[in-house]
């Protein structure tokens, strides 16, 4: 079945690079999305990939797409720390969003 | 901007009770959808519902879920007997069209549910 596997954490210094990492198991997912989710708040939408694309580049956000693996990874470049939140891989299934746990990223000064 | 507005933040209920979890869904939206998280695990689908009628549903809502559009703006969740397995922070979504393309899903900020 489907199914979206996440690290729970992930911690970085302000000013270096995060990467988040993203395993899915459902090959026929036309887009696959990140949201994040600030404390309190709602999961917003980030950036999505087409699974016929193997990169994304928006700004800071860089999405690598390894179809063959069926890994997904999110880089934010020069993390700040307004960046600190969660951050949800999700595949489309029939009609609906398979999200990860979510993995939570905190940036320390 | 709009955006999915979700009440209450926080409820808390003893098991065996009924809770009604309110969501307001952007206005020229036309699908409408819940999940919910258990602390620890993945967001997990629930329901979505079109033209006032649930279009697919998960394992997880059983006979104790059942949601509803009764005025035309909000979309509620109902869990008639709350069990504590129900704790969970449930997500309210709404989308112009269905997940195809790329149709964006705006989800409101949560309504965190814990049953004592």
């Known amino acids: 079945g489907e199914d979206v596997e996440q690290s729970l954490f992930l911690s970085v210094r302000e000013g270096d690079s995060s990467v988040i990492n993203c395993t899915y198991t459902?090959?026929?997912?036309?887009?696959l999305y990140w949201y994040k989710q600030e404390p309190g708040a709602g999961l917003q939408l980030l950036t999505y990939?087409?699974?016929?694309?193997d990169m994304k580049q928006d700004q800071r956000l860089t999405v690598l797409l390894n179809k063959k693996d069926k890994h997904l990874s999110l880089r934010i470049a020069d993390t700040q720390t307004g960046d600190s939140a969660i951050y949800f891989c999700?595949?489309?299934?029939?009609?609906?969003?398979?999200f990860g746990t979510g993995t939570r990223l905190q940036v320390f000064p | 901007e709009p955006e999915v507005t979700q009440t209450p933040s926080h409820q808390v209920t003893q098991m065996g009770q009924e809770v009604i979890l309110r969501c307001v869904p952007i206005?020229?939206?036309?699908?409408f959808y819940w999940y919910r998280q258990i602390l620890g695990q993945k967001v997990e689908f629930l329901v979505s519902?079109?033209?006032?009628?649930?279009?697919?549903k998960s394992e997880i809502f059983d006979d104790q879920f059942s949601v509803e559009r009764p005025d035309g703006s909000n979309f509620t969740l109902k869990i008639r007997s709350t069990k504590l397995e129900d704790s969970a922070m449930y997500f309210c979504?709404?989308?112009?069209?269905?997940?195809?393309?790329?149709?964006?899903?705006?989800f409101g900020q949560g309504t965190r549910l814990t049953v004592v």
């Open positions: 979504a709404s989308s112009e069209a269905a997940f195809v393309a790329d149709t964006e899903a705006f």
């Open positions: 519902f079109y033209n006032n009628e649930i279009s697919e």
């Open positions: 459902d090959s026929s997912s036309t887009y």
């Open positions: 990939i087409f699974s016929n694309m």
């Open positions: 206005s020229n939206h036309l699908y």
């Open positions: 999700a595949e489309i299934g029939t009609d609906k969003l398979i």
